[in-house]
């Protein structure tokens, strides 16, 4: 199956599809969605991406973050890929949106219309290591403090939606 992504204007209106890799190399507005999970004890889950991703690799970001494939559901999309990547779905509630614009050092360029969604989860977490080097449960203000003394540490998109998501439920 082709990797697309699904092209969109300002209004997350869809325009049409475009194979993945291509759309961040000419930096084309496409939708995504980031899921942000909890534990009961308020704690969020975070996943240190894996290596071999095609930008933002080893570095730490939300729970899962990706793109609906053309005609797919953005709830469907968003509980499919937290399955495949960290081997467990829960209960998911959008939060907002966002879009955000952000280049890295390859050359490639994130240009995402971002459908935030939340959860809550005890159990046990399986992640695919082709995803996923490695994973932890941080407070909000271990991770606020690590944002403003290592902020390098985790992607772009995370540095954006983190504090809006925290403005939002906790303020």
């Given at each position: 199956?082709?990797?697309?992504?699904?092209?969109?204007?300002?209004?997350?209106?869809?325009?049409?599809?475009?194979?993945?890799?291509?759309?961040?190399?000419?930096?084309?507005?496409?939708?995504?969605?980031?899921?942000?999970?909890?534990?009961?004890?308020?704690?969020?889950?975070?996943?240190?991406?894996?290596?071999?991703?095609?930008?933002?690799?080893?570095?730490?970001?939300?729970?899962?973050?990706?793109?609906?494939?053309?005609?797919?559901?953005?709830?469907?999309?968003?509980?499919?890929?937290l399955f495949e990547e960290?081997?467990?779905?829960?209960?998911?509630?959008?939060?907002?949106?966002?879009?955000?614009?952000?280049?890295?050092?390859?050359?490639?360029?994130?240009?995402?219309?971002?459908?935030?969604?939340?959860?809550?989860?005890?159990?046990?977490?399986?992640?695919?290591?082709?995803?996923?080097?490695?994973?932890?449960?941080?407070?909000?203000?271990?991770?606020?403090?690590?944002?403003?003394?290592?902020?390098?540490?985790?992607?772009?998109?995370?540095?954006?939606?983190?504090?809006?998501?925290?403005?939002?439920?906790?303020?």
């Amino acid at each position: 199956m082709k990797d697309e992504v699904v092209l969109v204007t300002e209004s997350d209106e869809a325009i049409g599809s475009m194979d993945k890799l291509e759309a961040h190399k000419e930096a084309i507005l496409h939708r995504a969605f980031s899921v942000f999970i909890y534990n009961s004890k308020g704690e969020m889950l975070l996943q240190q991406r894996a290596k071999n991703k095609y930008h933002s690799a080893g570095l730490w970001t939300n729970a899962c973050c990706s793109h609906p494939r053309p005609g797919e559901d953005i709830f469907s999309a968003a509980n499919r890929r937290l399955f495949e990547e960290l081997g467990f779905t829960t209960l998911l509630k959008k939060e907002f949106e966002f879009t955000y614009k952000a280049s890295f050092e390859n050359g490639l360029t994130e240009y995402e219309y971002d459908h935030v969604f939340t959860g809550v989860f005890d159990g046990e977490v399986k992640p695919d290591k082709n995803e996923v080097s490695e994973f932890c449960f941080k407070s909000l203000d271990e991770i606020e403090n690590d944002l403003q003394n290592s902020g390098k540490m985790y992607t772009e998109w995370f540095k954006i939606a983190f504090p809006k998501l925290v403005s939002r439920q906790y303020h």
